[in-house]
């Protein structure tokens, strides 16, 4: 298996049993302890593993929001260290969401990871997505 392959596995792995299967512990073996997340939408998350999973990054406020939570994978691409998923995000809001009640309205929300690895862990993610796309569909914002 290339090196590609492998990166695109352990990507696989995180929107698979992290994301999907809420197994958040997962993020401890894909994740490196120094890793970097980037999001203009979510600022401050903290370095490494427990940033990912932490109740102000990128996985669980969504999870505990939307407890249907789906993370499609619809395409990705790797290029030597880095691997690009496109993803596609599903659910019915029952939960708050960062001050929005629960209003049970459906979302479809699309975005683009980008992750670098090294080691067989990813390192750094680059993570934007429609964010005021679902902020109009639950109704936060006009539109």
């Known amino acids: ?83 690009v998923t496109r993803w596609l995000g599903t659910g019915t809001q029952d939960g708050e969401l960062a001050g929005i009640p629960a209003n049970g309205k459906s979302v479809h929300v699309a975005g683009i990871w980008i992750q670098r690895l090294d080691d067989g862990k990813i390192v750094e993610s680059w993570d934007v997505w429609d964010t005021f796309g679902m902020l109009k569909q639950l109704g936060a914002i006009p539109g």
């Open 1 to 83: 298996m290339s090196a590609a392959e492998a990166n695109k596995q352990i990507v696989r792995r995180f929107f698979a049993e992290v994301c999907n299967g809420r197994q958040l512990a997962v993020a401890k073996e894909l994740f490196s302890t120094g890793h970097v997340f980037h999001d203009p939408s979510l600022p401050g998350v903290a370095d490494g593993p427990e940033g990912i999973v932490a109740d102000n990054g990128p996985v669980v406020a969504y999870q505990r929001a939307f407890s249907d939570a789906h993370w499609s994978v619809e395409d990705m691409i790797a290029d030597g260290d880095t691997v």
